[in-house]
């Protein structure tokens, strides 16, 4: 009976042909029972939010060498204007798709230079996988990474002010 979607959900959202995942829900919900320190089970779920998940594999990629941001130029415009507030958005830059026990990511990085970018992108894939599997419990069915920029190291320095003197007889 739990598997049933409810008709109004159904209704106001398509239901995709294919998915990604076993099945497109909300949080993802585990019930367990859990052994007491006087012996007794309690019952009880859990439920971890899908942003929750983001923010794990967030993390995850932020952690990989190589990987100088997350997101793509939008996002991490907003995101340096967040960080000066003091509000760090640890999900830019990544999607996920939750269904009953997997979960497929989209990770947007923008990698170092001079950084091999297939290695970059196959170690945010493992790391990804790894924390979502290790801190979450849930299988990972794929890891997409999308490298949109490439940061080169001195284009965040402050020349300009040394080429206009340079340039002035």
């Known amino acids: 009976m739990a598997d049933k979607i409810p008709a109004s959900t159904t209704a106001s959202t398509p239901t995709p042909t294919t998915s990604r995942v076993d099945k497109p829900t ?5 019930v367990s ?12 779920k859990t439920v971890i939010a899908d942003n ?24 991490r415009a907003f995101g340096a204007i967040r960080d000066v507030i003091g509000s760090t958005d640890l999900t830019q830059g990544v999607r996920v798709e939750v269904g009953e026990t997997q979960v497929a990511a989209d990770v947007t990085i923008v990698v170092e230079y001079p ?6 992108a196959e ?9 979502i599997t290790q801190l979450v419990g849930m299988e990972v069915a794929e890891v997409n990474v999308a490298i949109n920029d490439v940061h080169i ?6 020349d300009s002010t040394q080429s206009a003197e340079s340039r002035v007889a």
Request: charged share 15%.
């Open 26 to 30: 909300t949080p993802v919900t585990t």
């Open 33 to 44: 029972a859990a052994t007491t320190d006087v012996g007794t089970v309690a019952p009880g």
């Open 52 to 75: 929750v998940i983001s923010k794990v594999a967030g993390i995850a990629a932020r952690e990989v060498p190589g990987v100088y941001a997350l997101g793509g130029g939008a996002a």
């Open 115 to 120: 950084t091999p970018m297939n290695a970059v």
């Open 123 to 131: 170690q945010v894939r493992g790391a990804v996988a790894q924390a």
């Open 153 to 158: 190291p001195g284009d965040d320095d402050d």
